[in-house]
Each structure stands twice: as structure tokens, then as C-alpha cells.
T-cell receptor, first 109, second 116 residues
Framework: KNEVEQSPQNLTAQEGEFITINCSYS?????LHWLQQHPGGGIVSLFM???GKKKHGRLIATINIQEKHSSLHITASHPRDSAVYIC???????????FGEGTQLTVNP | EPEVTQTPSHQVTQMGQEVILRCVPI?????FYWYRQILGQKVEFLVS????????KSEIFDDQFSVERPDGSNFTLKIRSTKLEDSAMYFC??????????????FGPGTRLTVL
């Protein structure tokens, strides 16, 4: 069974700061998902990656398969980035996601 | 843009009653999932469904739970006799397109189930 750990649990930043959220997992995976959960509860998929790095706008996700570690970076953070960011591990393609606890990000103006 | 839809958005029921939560996955997706999130806790996997059968289920998904894809478009989760501890947000997700190697999952908005 995969254990997924995220850090930090809570993160407060000033607008414009560079943000990093970390995720580690215990068992080899086929893909690592980064998700965003808004205050109303809805979950949006940000990235799914199995190697290297992906970029979408101000968001960057990286993964190191050997170290079983992934990071989500937000450049030039904005108050609208405030949300819970969740990483989730997928062990084989099409299989269950095992979720981390989430990181509550608050970006102040 | 296609999206996963769920109904109802909020369901209130009495303990012991049966509830059916409904989902319409994205039409060309092959994999379907139910997850739940108890208030203040992390999201947990319940069940995955592929090729018209359950492909994987968690220890939470006991005999009181069942899933069905009755008509090729809807995907339902039934809880036969609800308990107080079933109160949670239930998310449906779908993913996996023909010809794609990897399985990004798209989540519905959730159904908040409250058991009294």
C-alpha cells in the first residue's frame, strides 16, 4: 500500500512569492497527480506526470522517480491561487489514486 | 469542454435509508471511479470500474455499497443502509481514453451526503 506524504500542511505567502509544495510516496508508481481543491470542495486536475517536468502557465510540476518525490511550484503567486493542493499516486495505469493530506495554501495580497 | 456531472449536489437522508448517487462521466472515457472525503480528512478511494465491472475496490467498499452503469452513460453508487459515518462528500471521476497510455482523471463537483 502506498503512503503519500505532503509538506507543508499549511503555507501562507505574500502575493508574488515563489511557492513550493512537496510530495513523497513509498511505492513505485505509474503516475503522480497534482490536484487543486477549492473551498467549495470541487477538485481540478492540474498535472499528471510520470517523469521529468511539466509546466502550465505559472505552475510547474517535477518528479524524481528514483527518489520517489515530486514538487509543485507556483511562480508569481496570486491570491486566487489560494486553495488546497493535493498530490495523489497512481500505482498502475487505470488504478486507484492514493491521496496525500493536502497543503492549504493562502496567498495574501 | 466535456465535464463530469453529479446529482444531487446535496443529499440528506435518515440512518438506515438507501441512497443512490448519480454521475455522468465524460463520454469517451473508459475508467470510472468513486472517491469520498469525510469533512476535514483526505480523499479516499472507494471503487474503480472498467469494462462494465469492478476492477478494484477498497476496504471501505463493503457489502452495503454497490456500483452500476445501467445505461452506458450514468454511473451510480448505491449505499443500501446508510450509517452516520457515511456522511461525506462523494466524488465521481472518469479517465482513460482509447489510445492513450496514461489516465488523467477528471472529477465531478461532488455530492455532499448527510446522514442524520
Amino acid at each position: 500500500k502506498n503512503e503519500v506524504e505532503q509538506s507543508p500542511q499549511n503555507l501562507t505567502a505574500q502575493e508574488g512569492e515563489f511557492i513550493t509544495i512537496n510530495c513523497s510516496y513509498s511505492v513505485g508508481i505509474s503516475a503522480l497527480h497534482w490536484l487543486q481543491q477549492h473551498p467549495g470542495g470541487g477538485i481540478v486536475s492540474l498535472f499528471m506526470l510520470s517523469s521529468g517536468k511539466k509546466k502550465h502557465g505559472r505552475l510547474i510540476a517535477t518528479i524524481n522517480i528514483q527518489e520517489k518525490h515530486s514538487s509543485l511550484h507556483i511562480t508569481a503567486s496570486h491570491p486566487r491561487d489560494s486553495a488546497v493542493y493535493i498530490c495523489a499516486a497512481e500505482e498502475t495505469s487505470g488504478s486507484r489514486l492514493t491521496f496525500g493530506e493536502g497543503t492549504q495554501l493562502t496567498v495574501n495580497p | 469542454e466535456p465535464e463530469v456531472t453529479q446529482t444531487p449536489s446535496h443529499q440528506v437522508t435518515q440512518m438506515g435509508q438507501e441512497v443512490i448517487l448519480r454521475c455522468v462521466p465524460i463520454s469517451n472515457h473508459l475508467y470510472f471511479y468513486w472517491y469520498r472525503q469525510i469533512l476535514g480528512q483526505k480523499v479516499e478511494f472507494l471503487v474503480s470500474f472498467y469494462n462494465n465491472e469492478i476492477s478494484e475496490k477498497s476496504e471501505i467498499f463493503d457489502d452495503q455499497f454497490s456500483v452500476e452503469r445501467p445505461d452506458g452513460s450514468n454511473f451510480t453508487l448505491k449505499i443500501r443502509s446508510t450509517k452516520l459515518e457515511d456522511s461525506a462528500m462523494y466524488f465521481c471521476a472518469s479517465g482513460g481514453e482509447i489510445g492513450h497510455a496514461y489516465n488523467e482523471q477528471f472529477f465531478g463537483p461532488g455530492t455532499r451526503l448527510t446522514v442524520l
